[in-house]
């Protein structure tokens, strides 16, 4: 399935491997397909080889790009190196970096099952800084390339019941701010993507009706995210927000008094009662 684009053009016709996380679905595949379809060699990496396999072989077939399919756990401690260490051995200089790889659940703090909190501080924190520092001092000797941080609008706000997920989002955010900076002087661009509820698996869809969510206008359809970031990082803008309603939200939160917020969670149905005990957290793939 083709997903050309007749907006987006090549950054720099110098830039030649684009690296991919998390694209077996949602935004990352969305983002591949995108960069698939403007000629780039691509690197797509996820835990999934199946899926993996499935979403390489469309990207040859749609655009004859040469597809390079990583199976790696990004959430493993060693994660950063092991792919490093897997693009050298194939004699890849890694020119676009796309942080995308993500999951989601939705509960109480306290109520988190340890190894999955873990899982997430290690895949959206520890993993994705430790590839932007690899591959930014790779791109940084070469004076040119280009780091797309997703992010989320949860950056935006701390709300209950996302403790883990936002404030591992606010941190990419932060992180995404400095490395541009420091990475401007030497050529190489930095961008950080936040879109807001998007049409993927990463929402649970016997709880979330995603379907109806993006007929409504309520979720952003993750090929409209994907072309907006990419945009956004080609025309090396700082951040990238999609979609009016994303922003409309993001002002709304910014100005939201810190009661409101208490009110909403005391009386919220889809947190536990002050009284209740633990709970299973809702979650999700992106």
Request: with cysteine.
């Amino acid at each position: 399935m083709s997903r050309e684009s007749p907006y987006l053009r090549r950054a720099d016709e110098s830039l030649r491997v684009a690296l991919v996380t998390g694209a077996c679905s949602g935004i990352g595949q969305a983002l591949a397909h995108k960069l698939g379809a403007l000629g780039y060699e691509l690197v797509i990496v996820s835990q999934r080889p199946a899926e993996l396999a499935a979403v390489g072989a469309e990207l040859a077939a749609a655009y004859g790009a040469r597809v390079h399919a990583i199976v790696l756990d990004l959430a493993r401690p060693d994660a950063a190196e092991e792919l490093d260490l897997a693009t050298q051995a194939r004699g890849l200089a890694v020119d676009i970096l796309v942080n995308n790889a993500g999951f989601f659940f939705f509960g109480e703090a306290a109520d988190a099952p340890l190894p999955r909190a873990r899982a997430m501080l290690d895949l959206h924190v520890v993993t994705p800084s430790l590839l932007c520092s690899r591959f930014a001092r790779q791109m940084r000797a070469r004076r040119r390339g280009h780091i797309l941080i997703v992010s989320s609008l949860s950056a935006c706000r701390d709300f209950p019941g996302i403790s883990y997920y936002g404030a591992s989002k606010k941190y990419l955010r932060g992180f995404a701010t400095s490395l541009r900076s420091e990475l401007a002087v030497y050529g190489v661009n930095v961008t950080c993507l936040l879109p807001g509820a998007t049409a993927t698996a990463l929402y649970d869809p016997t709880v979330v009706p995603v379907q109806r969510a993006k007929r409504l206008g309520v979720m952003m359809d993750a090929d409209a995210v994907a072309e907006a970031g990419l945009g956004a990082l080609f025309a090396r803008k700082a951040e990238c927000m999609p979609g009016l309603l994303t922003r409309c939200m993001a002002v709304g939160a910014a100005v939201m008094p810190q009661r409101v917020i208490d009110l909403a969670r005391r009386h919220a149905p889809w947190l536990p009662p002050m009284a209740a005990g633990p709970s299973e957290p809702l979650s999700g793939h992106r």
